[in-house]
């Protein structure tokens, strides 16, 4: 089978597209056969050597923890050959997904509804899953409460803003103006300029604050909460600096992991097939030109997610 993978932690230079053995299944695995995984900023920073990386211990490394694809061989689970899946699993071990078939833990893998496309659930599971535990495991999010979501153009930000939305929020976001009539056709009530407009009309007004950016973005967005509010933050290499900020000004901050979950997987699929929840596509790559889909990745202004397609399998 062909996939992604490098020798070194390094560059763009280093993912290579060539042949891999195809992976064993162990007890409780499916074989997957990819029809797209999505791109998350955490694929290249751990090719890169930061992110996820202290978890790898050999090389070659195929990177890439959520996808989209096909059962090929259900092993001894209850899944049936060619039924459609999707998910996001071992992490932050690595998972492998950046190749044309996937071995799968099968509790951590849900069926995708057969109203839902899907290429586009290549991109689904890892930031639905962080949005959804963000907003509701970490967030504790209620009817009517005020939420704002920094970097609410991005992968996590505009599922985080429709989930939000679903559940009776008041959602406010920040974007770059061009991205402004994006956030109000998700459902935002109001768009933030975040070059141009301070927070400051937004002092003390907010139950929930997702972060999406981090560092001195997250930590500038503290004075936005209500006394009782809470910040979640997604970036893990600024997390100890926006908890500190927090602490000092008294403002709970709660960094989150994203954990694989089918149970949560599923009410994503669901809330798919019933139209509540969209995954906008910015750009799709065929799975060789991962390189360029990391380079815009690390643009740090991708709309949406970034999904890589598999066209032959062999
Ligand atoms: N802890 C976890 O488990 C976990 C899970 C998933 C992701 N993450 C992390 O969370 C972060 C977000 O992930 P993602 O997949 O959503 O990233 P992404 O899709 O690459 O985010 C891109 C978006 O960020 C926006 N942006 C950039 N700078 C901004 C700023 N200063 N203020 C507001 N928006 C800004 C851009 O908006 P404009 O183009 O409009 O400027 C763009 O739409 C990443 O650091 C990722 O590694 C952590």
């Known amino acids: ?4 993978s490098i020798h070194q932690f390094g560059g763009l230079e280093e993912l290579n597209y060539k042949k891999q053995p195809r992976p064993q299944l162990n007890t409780g695995e499916v074989l997957v056969k990819t029809t797209a995984v999505g791109v998350n900023p955490i694929d290249w920073k751990t090719c890169s050597g930061g992110g996820a990386s202290g978890f790898i211990s050999e090389f070659p490394f195929i990177p ?3 996808f989209s694809g096909v059962i ?17 699993i071992r992490f932050p071990q690595p998972a492998g997904c950046y190749a044309e078939y996937i071995a799968a833990p099968a509790e951590q893998i849900a069926r995708l509804p057969d109203a839902v496309d899907l290429t586009m659930a290549g991109g689904l599971a890892t930031a639905s899953l962080t949005a959804w535990q963000a907003v509701f495991d970490k967030g504790a999010l209620q009817a009517g409460q005020q939420v704002l979501v920094l970097g609410a153009a991005g992968g996590v930000g505009h599922l985080a803003v429709q989930l939000a939305k679903w559940a009776g929020a008041h959602v406010t976001g920040t974007a ?21 407009q301070s927070l400051n009309e937004y002092t003390n007004s907010m139950d929930l604050i997702i972060d999406c950016v981090g560092g001195e973005t997250g930590i500038g967005a503290l004075p936005c909460l209500k006394p009782e509010g809470v910040l979640v933050t997604l970036p893990s290499v600024t997390k100890e600096q926006v908890i500190a900020a927090g602490a000092a000004q008294r403002r709970r901050v709660e960094p989150i992991l994203c954990e694989p979950s089918a149970e949560q997987l599923k009410k994503i699929g ?3 097939a019933d139209e509540h929840l969209k995954l906008h596509i910015g750009e799709t790559f065929p799975l060789e030109k991962a ?4 380079a815009l990745s690390q643009s740090g202004h991708v709309c949406g ?3 890589l ?3 032959q399998p062999g």
């Open 1 to 4: 089978m062909h996939a992604i």
């Open 64 to 66: 890439g923890w959520e």
């Open 72 to 88: 090929a061989d259900p092993g001894d689970t209850d899944f049936k050959v060619d039924e459609a899946v999707f998910g996001m």
């Open 176 to 196: 770059s103006v061009h991205n402004h009539e994006f956030l109000a056709d998700l459902g935002c009530q109001h768009a933030i300029d975040y070059r141009n």
């Open 270 to 272: 669901e809330l798919v």
């Open 291 to 294: 390189a360029e889909a990391f």
């Open 305 to 307: 997610k970034l999904i």
């Open 309 to 311: 397609t598999f066209n």
